[in-house]
């Protein structure tokens, strides 16, 4: 008989997630109550957006950017679009609709955990980047380049996130050695172009 999953009540209070640190705060938290409940199937994105929220603050931090504080505050309201979307499942028992497809059941037990990753940043970078730069970006112009310059992030991250969702299945094992290429370069390509679609969208 399939064990229950424990009810996921935790609502976070976006207004204490102030600065790109507390986003890494936040999102550890959120790796103890995950797992085991009736949104576990996150656990996984929720793993990777730590690995590329804290290259993108050390990015940060080192001047890599032109424009820091757009980029700070970018980061801030795009995570907070994740958290309030598990607020709504915490108050109203559902995610949005963009969200669900990371948490269907169906399959859900044998799908390998780079799924689950992929299908959560499909949903954050197609549903919440769009409002997420609308309320921080106001010359798109200017801050092209620093958008092109988190492709290098997230492809640094990627490598990591690769090693870290590899199961220690036979099969999967082989494929970690080759990780860089099986993994990483079509799941780039595929995030790259999302991103490049809302860029897009945002400048048209």
């Given amino acids: ?3 229950s999953k424990r009810q996921y009540q ?3 209070n976006t207004k ?3 600065l790109p640190e507390d986003i890494v705060a936040t999102l550890k938290e959120l790796n103890k109550l995950l797992p085991g409940s009736e949104v576990q199937t ?3 994105f929720n793993k990777a957006y730590i690995v590329v929220t804290e290259k993108l603050n050390t990015a940060s931090k080192a001047g890599r950017f032109e ?3 757009i980029m700070n505050n970018l980061e801030l309201e795009f995570a907070h679009l994740y958290f309030q979307a598990l607020n709504n499942f915490a108050e109203k028992g559902s995610l949005p609709r963009a969200w669900q497809k990371v948490n269907q059941r169906t399959f859900s037990r044998y799908r390998p955990r780079a799924i689950n990753v992929m299908l959560g940043a499909s949903a954050h970078i197609n549903h919440d980047l769009l409002p997420a730069m609308r309320r921080t970006i106001k010359k798109p112009q200017e801050f092209a380049k620093d958008y092109a310059k988190v492709s290098g992030v997230l492809l640094s991250s990627a490598v990591v996130i690769a090693d870290d969702t590899m199961t220690p299945a036979s099969f999967t094992m082989t ?3 080759r990780g860089h290429t099986i993994y990483t370069r079509p799941a780039m390509w595929i995030i790259n172009r999302w991103r490049t679609k809302v860029w897009k969208e945002f400048t048209d």
């Fill in 1 to 3: 008989m399939p064990q």
């Fill in 10 to 12: 935790h609502v976070i």
């Fill in 16 to 18: 204490t997630v102030a």
């Fill in 42 to 44: 996150l656990l996984p």
């Fill in 67 to 69: 424009h820091t504080d």
């Fill in 175 to 177: 494929l970690k050695t």
